[in-house]
Antibody
Framework: QVQLQESGPGLVKPSQTLSLTCTVS??????????WSWIRQHPGKGLEWIGN???????YYNPSLKSRVTISVDPSKNQFSLKLSSVTAADTAVYYC???????????WGQGTKVTVSS | EIVLTQSPGTLSLSPGERATLSCRAS???????LAWYQQKPGQAPRLLIY???TRATGIPDRFSGSGSGTDFTLTISRLEPEDFAVYYC?????????FGQGTKLEIK
C-alpha cells in the first residue's frame, strides 16, 4: 500500500531555509486524483495546514505562511518537497506529509519529522 | 479563514461509555468537507471520518460522524481502551484548510 516518508535536517539555524522531502512508495504520485500536503504540529499543540500540490504543479498555500513557503513536486523521483524560508524558533515543529484525497480527506500520513530551529 | 472550535477540551470517560465530541465552524463548511482524525502520542494523525459522516477504510463502526453547515459531531458508541487519544476536526472545503484545537479523550 501507499506509504509516505519525510526526510531532511532535524536542526535548522534561524534565518535559514528549512527543506524537507516526502518520498511516496507503493504508488505513483503522478497517478492523479490526489493532492500532496504538508502539515505541521508545534510542540504540544494542534495541527496547522501548510499547503498542498497536485502532481502537475498546481498548489495552494496557507496565507499565514505563503510568503515563505514553496511546495514542489518531482514525479520522476516520486517525491514532493517543502521549503520554508527565513525560519525562526516559531517554526520548530513536527512536520508531516500527507496524501490529500480531495473530498475523501487526508487518508495517508508520514510518520512525521521533528525540526528544531536553533543556533 | 474558517475557525473550528472543538468542545469539550478534555473529556473524561470510562471504557464502555459513549463519547460525544463537538466541532463548530465559524462559517458554513462547504459540501460537508469535514473530517475527523485521531492522534495518539508520538504518532501521526489517523483519518477516521470524511465528508462529515463517512468512515474511512478500516475504521470500526463504533465511530460515527454527523452534522452539516456549522455544527458537527463525532460519536464513539462504546469506548475501547485504544480509543483514548486526541481527536481533531478539519475542514477542507475552503483554503486554507483548518483544524480544530483538539479534544483530549482521557480515561476516567
Amino acid at each position: 500500500q501507499v506509504q509516505l516518508q519525510e526526510s531532511g535536517p532535524g536542526l535548522v539555524k534561524p534565518s535559514q531555509t528549512l527543506s524537507l522531502t516526502c518520498t511516496v512508495s507503493g504508488g505513483s504520485i503522478s497517478s492523479g486524483g490526489y493532492y500532496w500536503s504538508w502539515i505541521r504540529q508545534h510542540p504540544g499543540k494542534g495541527l496547522e495546514w501548510i499547503g498542498n500540490i497536485y502532481y502537475s504543479g498546481g498548489n495552494y498555500y496557507n496565507p499565514s505562511l505563503k510568503s515563505r513557503v514553496t511546495i514542489s513536486v518531482d514525479p520522476s523521483k516520486n517525491q514532493f518537497s517543502l521549503k520554508l524560508s527565513s525560519v525562526t524558533a516559531a517554526d520548530t515543529a513536527v512536520y508531516y506529509c500527507a496524501r490529500d484525497g480531495g473530498r475523501d480527506g487526508s487518508d495517508i500520513w508520514g510518520q512525521g519529522t521533528k525540526v528544531t530551529v536553533s543556533s | 479563514e474558517i475557525v473550528l472550535t472543538q468542545s469539550p477540551g478534555t473529556l473524561s470517560l470510562s471504557p464502555g461509555e459513549r463519547a460525544t465530541l463537538s466541532c463548530r465552524a465559524s462559517q458554513t463548511v462547504s459540501s460537508s468537507f469535514l473530517a475527523w482524525y485521531q492522534q495518539k502520542p508520538g504518532q501521526a494523525p489517523r483519518l477516521l471520518i470524511y465528508l462529515a459522516s463517512t468512515r474511512a477504510t478500516g475504521i470500526p463502526d463504533r465511530f460515527s460522524g454527523s452534522g452539516s453547515g456549522t455544527d458537527f459531531t463525532l460519536t464513539i458508541s462504546r469506548l475501547e481502551p485504544e480509543d483514548f487519544a486526541v481527536y481533531y476536526c478539519q475542514q477542507y472545503g475552503s483554503s486554507p484548510y483548518t483544524f480544530g484545537q483538539g479534544t483530549k479523550l482521557e480515561i476516567k
